[in-house]
């Protein structure tokens, strides 16, 4: 099993509304990521998290705030967002950081109004 | 220089056509390589690991070229639904991170 599950697929939110974007994985990797990737654009890191720690942080503004419950769930909390921030968000995991491939969920499809 | 280099095509080709990309990148220590193929608004989907000279899946063949920093996915006999952008993956210079090069579209035609 390679699943990695997000929700939701898609949210519309205002520039004042609170959300939280949701990753789960059960294959044991202790790895996680968030990505955003624009429209034809390649993914670009957001953070890292390994064994529940936040590892990386590619100078996100905070409006963006990662958490990392367990191994098996991360969650990315949106506060204050901007219109540019609409995007499509990956989470990825992996076994071991950045030593393995990484698996990819559906992303959910951001639209900030 | 970027860390992982991508030509963005697009490449148009027609069915059954054999098709290569190629993916420089600078970090001389990297022993790990990705490609992902990615279809138009889904989340990318790993094609093959590299992690020595090459790898192969039938029609889809990795090979890495240490000496001059690059690898390349060759795709033969190449199908309709073959149609996708196709992005290159390697540690970056730290040695720990995912960093995608810009990708190359393909598009095979009837």
């Known amino acids: 099993d390679t699943e990695v599950t997000q929700t939701p697929k898609h949210l519309v939110m205002g520039m004042t509304n609170k959300k939280s974007l949701k990753c789960e994985q059960h294959m044991g990797h202790r790895a996680m990521y968030w990505y955003k990737q624009k429209a034809k654009k390649p993914p670009e890191l957001m953070f890292v998290?390994?064994?529940?720690?936040?590892?990386i942080n590619e100078s996100v503004p905070s409006r963006f705030s990662p958490e990392c419950p367990n191994s098996s769930l991360l969650n990315l909390h949106l506060h204050a967002l901007q219109p540019e921030d609409s995007a499509l968000y990956l989470c990825?995991?992996?076994?071991?950081?950045?030593?393995?491939?990484?698996?990819f969920g559906q992303g959910t499809r951001l639209t900030v109004v | 220089r970027k860390e992982v280099e991508q030509d963005p095509g697009p490449f148009n080709v027609p069915e059954g056509a054999t098709v290569a990309f190629n993916c420089t990148y600078s970090n001389s220590a990297s022993q790990s390589f990705f490609w992902y193929r990615q279809d138009c608004r889904k989340e990318p989907k790993l094609l093959m690991s590299v992690y020595s000279s090459g790898n192969e899946d039938g029609r889809f063949t990795a090979q890495l070229n240490r000496a001059s920093q690059y690898i390349s996915l060759l795709i033969r006999d190449s199908k309709l639904s073959d149609s996708a952008t196709y992005l290159c993956v390697v540690p970056d210079n730290a040695g720990n991170m995912l960093t995608f090069g810009g990708g190359t579209r393909l598009m095979v035609k009837p």
């Open positions: 998290y390994s064994y529940e720690k936040l590892s």
């Open positions: 990825a995991s992996s076994q071991v950081f950045g030593r393995t491939e990484a698996f």
